[in-house]
């Protein structure tokens, strides 16, 4: 789970491990492992899920906790800019980090689509670098299973 602080990371973790919600805020600190057993298709998958602290002004992520990645969820808030745009910054950086592994980017947030601040210019950004946009919501439930699934899938080619 890579994105900035506080958009949702650890929210899309816990509805797709233990299929729950919270409203509180909890700061994630350092990392946070889960797993989950999952099948896709006629494989059966243990996901290690590593949720990394959010990146902003004040705290840099220790990209080493990339190392020996076999995918990652890259995270953006459909309702602040800063995360979307910061995006493109944190998937150069683990490419750099890691080189070309798979990845799914997931606008969260989806129940508060009337705040998105994702316009058709930067959706032209995404898909100029050839990136497919899910957007979800760990609140409602919304494609969370699906961004997992995603990513093993790409994981498995």
């Known amino acids: 789970m890579l994105g900035s602080f506080a958009v949702g990371k650890t929210s899309l973790v816990r509805r797709y491990v ?11 600190v350092g990392v946070k492992v889960d797993r989950k057993l999952v099948r896709v298709e ?10 990394l602290y959010g990146e902003d002004e004040f705290q840099k992520m220790k990209w080493s906790f990339l190392h ?21 910054l944190l998937e150069q950086r683990a490419r750099e980090e890691v080189g070309e592994i798979p990845f799914v980017f997931v606008v969260n947030k989806n129940d508060l689509m009337k705040d998105w601040k994702f316009d058709a210019g930067l959706e032209a950004q995404f898909a100029a670098k050839k990136w497919i946009i899910l957007g979800s919501s760990a609140k409602t439930g919304e494609n969370v299973e699906e961004a997992f699934t995603q990513l093993a899938r790409k994981m498995m080619l």
């Open 18 to 28: 233990e299929s729950i919600y919270s409203d509180v805020y909890h700061t994630t």
């Open 68 to 88: 020996g990645s076999s995918g990652y969820l890259l995270v953006a808030d459909g309702t602040r800019r800063a995360t979307l745009d910061k995006a493109f």
């Open 42 to 51: 006629s494989t059966e998958l243990n996901l290690v899920i590593w949720d």
